[in-house]
């Protein structure tokens, strides 16, 4: 009801409330971005946590073995999934451990394939080709983007991070293709993949690639540019290794990776805009999640 004016005046009728607009969220607490922006040091740290992953897994596997070393992997990527879920905005260290655990659990998941399934690198390769391309698909066909900008809601996170565990996937397998199948090494694909993920970079920038086709293509690139170089740093000279160890360089890996991840969390270099301001999130629509 308006309120009356002043004298006793009648009030006004009360107008018919308009028709909520079909598609928009209704939900009290619109999400905020669960994702960092991408800049140099998102590229930086998702790199070293891909060769962190590779010779984590390495080392836990021949530590502890294959199964507890599977057990405890899982373990800690779903403790820190489950805690990137329930956060309610972006947090530079709940993202970050989430994207460490999937590194490392990932790398195992593909090792798994080929180690106890005896399934041939070429062909998990192909499997976790044709998965991602699944997720792709099904991810577009669902929301109508691939944006990570767009990451706001319930399933399209859990899109992201189909994807993303993924990618480790078949990074790992790309990887260890190239340096044992191919017999190309670990510097030599290093290499490769080095001058690999300038295509979609450069075609972004000079040839009009669509951003978001720039950025999967990259971010696909990372896992088998960061684990050739850990291993070619890890493995022994007889594999054509530097002979550092897997343990070291994981140690060496992680540490960096810490730094980093408290500078970002203590600057908010990284922190979406919507989040850092705490301006209210864009409606989206209702069948987004």
């Not at 195992?108 to 399934?119: E, K, P």
């Not at 696909?220 to 343990?247: H, Q």
């Not at 209210?280 to 999640?289: H, L, N, R, S, T």
């Amino acid at each position: 009801m308006t309120i009356g004016q002043s004298g006793g005046a009648a009030a006004a009728p009360e107008a018919p409330e308009a028709p909520e607009a079909p598609g928009r969220y209704r939900g009290p607490t619109p999400a905020l971005s669960k994702v960092p922006e991408v800049t140099a040091l998102f590229w930086v740290v998702k790199i070293l946590t891909t060769g962190m992953g590779e010779t984590a897994s390495d080392y836990l596997g021949r530590t502890l073995g294959p199964i507890p070393a599977g057990a405890l992997g899982f373990t800690c990527f779903a403790v820190a999934l489950v805690a990137q879920f329930r956060s309610t905005r972006y947090r530079a260290g709940i993202y970050w451990s989430a994207i460490v655990m999937v590194s490392v659990f990932g790398t195992m998941a593909a090792d798994v394939v080929h180690v106890i399934a005896g399934v041939p690198y070429l062909v998990s390769t192909l499997a976790f080709s044709v998965a991602l391309a699944v997720i792709l698909v099904a991810w577009y066909a669902s929301e109508g983007t691939l944006s990570i900008h767009s990451v706001r809601t319930r399933r399209r996170e859990t899109f992201y991070w189909a994807t993303v565990l993924t990618t480790f996937a078949l990074g790992t397998a790309v990887g260890d293709l190239t340096a044992g199948t191919l017999s190309l090494g670990y510097l030599t694909s290093g290499l490769v993949f080095g001058a690999l993920i300038l295509v979609p970079a450069l075609s972004g920038r000079f040839l009009g690639l669509n951003a978001v086709a720039a950025f999967w293509g990259a971010y696909i690139l990372t896992r088998p540019l960061g684990a050739s170089f850990a291993d070619w740093m890890g493995v022994p000279a007889t594999r054509g290794g530097l002979g550092w160890g897997t343990g070291p360089v994981t140690l060496a890996l992680t540490v960096p990776i810490a730094l980093l991840i408290g500078y970002l969390a203590v600057t908010g270099k990284d922190t979406p805009r919507d989040a850092a301001d705490g301006a209210p999130a864009e409606a989206v629509p209702v069948a987004a999640g």
